[in-house]
């Protein structure tokens, strides 16, 4: 764990305090996600909580907290869960980043078609972040999304998913792409500051050779 105030034991006695909080006959399961479930949970990271209920959703009405995280919460049906599953980065990354704190995942990998159409649609949302006109642009969740980008890549030519940053930095042949990867785990570390044309050159080159 890359932020020093979540560790991993702290996320077990976390999860206990969140099953003893929601556990109820209608829960089917409690699942993290995204960047802690990978082990680089950073200084910018939310925790990802999904709470799935067998018939309805229960709304909480509080979760335990968790001093210096932000806690991103979302309850599903199962029912609702399976209509809505798609192709894009909220329902594919959890099927390779999660950690199960209690029950079963009902987390299955979409078709290649559906992921790819999901990968097009991340792209051009991106594009249009990197372009907005009204300021602030979020690079670390930019950077975020392009890292998920660059591993379901990896995914779809090899059936292979690096987890870890470094196997990801392994697994580029691009310098341009390797760039990219390192300004992330700089926000990560705080080993250096980026700066924002540094970041747009990077994206200007990776949005070029995917949306031409």
Partial sequence: MLNPLMTPLMIEKYAKRLVDR????????????????????????????????????????????????????????????????????????????????????????????????????????????????MPPVNHYEILNDVMYLLRIERYLSTFQYPLTLSELYANQLEENDRLLVEYYSSYLYRDRTVSEDEIRNGMDGFLNKRLQ
């Fill in 22 to 133: 929601l556990k109820s006959s209608t829960l089917r399961g409690i699942v993290l996600t995204g960047s802690f479930a990978r082990g680089e949970g950073g200084p910018f990271s939310d925790l990802d909580v999904w709470c799935f209920y067998h018939d309805k959703k229960v709304k909480t009405s509080s979760l335990p907290e968790l001093a210096g995280i932000t806690l991103d919460l979302r309850e599903v049906c199962l029912k609702d869960f399976k209509n809505d599953a798609d192709g894009t980065r909220e329902y594919v990354a959890p099927c390779f980043e999660q950690l199960i704190v209690f029950g079963e995942t009902p987390f299955v990998l979409p078709s290649r078609k559906k992921i790819k159409e999901g990968v097009l649609h991340l792209l051009v949302s991106i594009e249009q972040r990197l372009t907005r006109t």
